[in-house]
């Protein structure tokens, strides 16, 4: 069964920074499209940012411009660095993809999903 791991959020302040990571050991990384969701609390679980396996990539209008996903196929692993965190960018970060050219959108697509990652933004 593929489990991808994320890791690397956190508790930052308005303005601020992280980068997520993601990663999982028993899959060929390099055929799978990639993608970034969230859910924040009382929310649907949304895409926010995917990266296809030609690494051509795309991002939703709430964070386009201030995130960059990226993947790094030897390490077996896809980076979310977030920049000029607002705090409406408050979630619980999933990981998950599909082998193939696209990422699904809908969430429910997915049989399982990781633990996450917590990011909060707050003053």
């Known amino acids: 069964q593929v489990q991808f791991v994320e890791s690397g959020g956190g508790l930052v302040q308005p303005g601020e920074s992280l980068r997520l990571s993601c990663t999982e050991s028993?899959?060929?990384?390099?055929?799978?499209?990639m993608g970034w969701y969230r859910q924040a609390p009382g929310k649907q679980r949304d895409l926010v940012a995917h990266?296809?396996?030609?690494?051509?990539?795309g991002y939703s209008e709430s964070v386009k411009g201030r995130f960059i996903i990226s993947r790094d196929n030897a390490k077996r692993t896809i980076y979310l660095q977030m920049n000029a965190l607002k705090p409406e960018d408050t979630a619980v970060y999933y990981c998950?993809?599909?082998?193939?050219?696209?990422?699904?959108?809908?969430?429910?697509?997915?049989?399982?999903w990781g633990q996450g990652t917590q990011v909060t933004v707050s003053a």
């Open positions: 998950n993809g599909e082998v193939g050219e696209k990422v699904p959108a809908r969430p429910d697509f997915y049989a399982s």
């Open positions: 028993k899959i060929t990384f390099s055929m799978y499209s």
């Open positions: 990266i296809s396996m030609n690494g051509r990539t």
